[in-house]
T-cell receptor, first 113, second 109 residues
């Protein structure tokens, strides 16, 4: 089993629908991240969390919200999906503040029609 | 602003050597990271440099010059499975990772 698991792996939805992407990890890491990846733009940070009570906005948080239900679980929600949120979404974890070695989930491909 | 530049795409021949460059301008520096990402898959960590010089790990090596804001990833004895995107990322003064857009490496037989 993967150390960082994302569900769903693929989702097609319609404009205006609410959608949740879930992430769970078995690495025991405190730090979790949500990124989106678009062709030619690289990885962009949406939200990150250093522990259950510490959640922070990234560079592109508008239109998204998150919930850290437990150390191992970090969910990303799109309250009202729009077509330009069509992207590949990655959850990632890391063990500490001073490390850039991230462990990524397999990705969730979201298409908003 | 913060910026990381790397070539969009490179082509190389199986068995050859390729060097992928990365230049950066960031608010502070706490390390430079290279990741490999096969199409449709998650990025995976390859290497880490925080001091100037060369770090070697099997067929892959990574070099850093902090004074020049420059790094490269060197891949030797290229194999078809090395066809992937290679992402350069810098950990800035706030310990946030700043990502380049990635270099797509195409290996030809």
């Amino acid at each position: 089993d993967a150390d960082v698991t994302q569900t769903p792996r693929n989702r097609i939805t319609k404009t205006g629908k609410r959608i949740m992407l879930e992430c769970s990890q078995t690495k025991g890491h405190d730090r979790m991240y949500w990124y989106r990846q678009d062709p030619g733009l690289g990885l962009r940070l949406i939200y990150y969390s250093f522990d259950v009570k510490d959640i922070n906005k990234g560079e592109i948080s508008d239109g998204y919200s998150v919930s850290r239900q437990a150390q191992a679980k970090f969910s990303l929600s799109l309250e009202s999906a729009i077509p330009n949120q069509t992207a590949l979404y990655f959850c990632a974890t890391t063990s500490g503040r001073a490390t850039g070695e991230l462990f990524f989930g397999e990705g969730s491909r979201l298409t908003v029609l | 602003g913060q910026n990381i530049d790397q070539p969009t795409e490179m082509t190389a021949t199986e068995g050859a050597i390729v060097q992928i460059n990365c230049t950066y301008q960031t608010s502070g520096f706490n390390g430079l990271f290279w990741y490999q990402q096969h199409a449709g898959e998650a990025p995976t960590f390859l290497s880490y440099n925080v001091l100037d010089g060369l770090e070697e790990k099997g067929r892959f090596s990574s070099f850093l010059s902090r004074s020049k804001g420059y790094s490269y990833l060197l891949l030797k004895e290229l194999q078809m499975k090395d066809s992937a995107s290679y992402l350069c990322a810098v950990l800035d003064s706030n310990y946030q990772l700043i990502w380049g857009a990635g270099t797509k490496l195409i290996i030809k037989p």
